[in-house]
């Protein structure tokens, strides 16, 4: 089992900065991806940010230009450096942690509990 705990969300001032941090309790065994995804009020969850095991990252359109993932693996942990900060960006973010599957354990996907983050205008 992984637990995910996340840190960082808050109320911030559009143009204004926030970084969200989510700890793993323990590294997977095998190969996996660290991600934030968020969910306004009314909306799918989406994705925001992927990180890959070799590094490797990828970000949704709205995110690519202000927002930064990051992992250390030493302290499983992974972050999202978010710049200019939009009042569209108001949502629950929420950590992932993928587990890639292997020829004998099939792929796990892990969820954080969410923190809120508001930018106001």
């Known amino acids: 089992q992984v637990q995910l705990v996340e840190s960082g969300g808050g109320l911030v001032q559009a143009g204004g900065s926030l970084r969200l941090s989510c700890v793993a309790s323990r590294r997977p065994f095998s190969a996996y991806t660290m991600g934030w995804y968020r969910q306004a009020p009314g909306s799918q969850r989406d994705l925001v940010a992927i990180i890959t095991n070799g590094g490797g990252t990828k970000y949704a359109d709205s995110a690519k230009d202000r927002f930064t993932i990051s992992r250390d693996n030493a302290k499983n942990t992974v972050s999202l450096q978010m710049d200019n900060l939009k009042p569209e960006d108001t949502a629950v973010y929420y950590c992932?942690?993928?587990?890639?599957?292997?020829?004998?354990?099939?792929?796990?996907?892990?969820w954080g509990q969410g923190t809120q983050v508001t930018v106001s205008s």
């Open positions: 992932q942690v993928k587990i890639l599957s292997t020829p004998v354990r099939a792929e796990t996907v892990y």
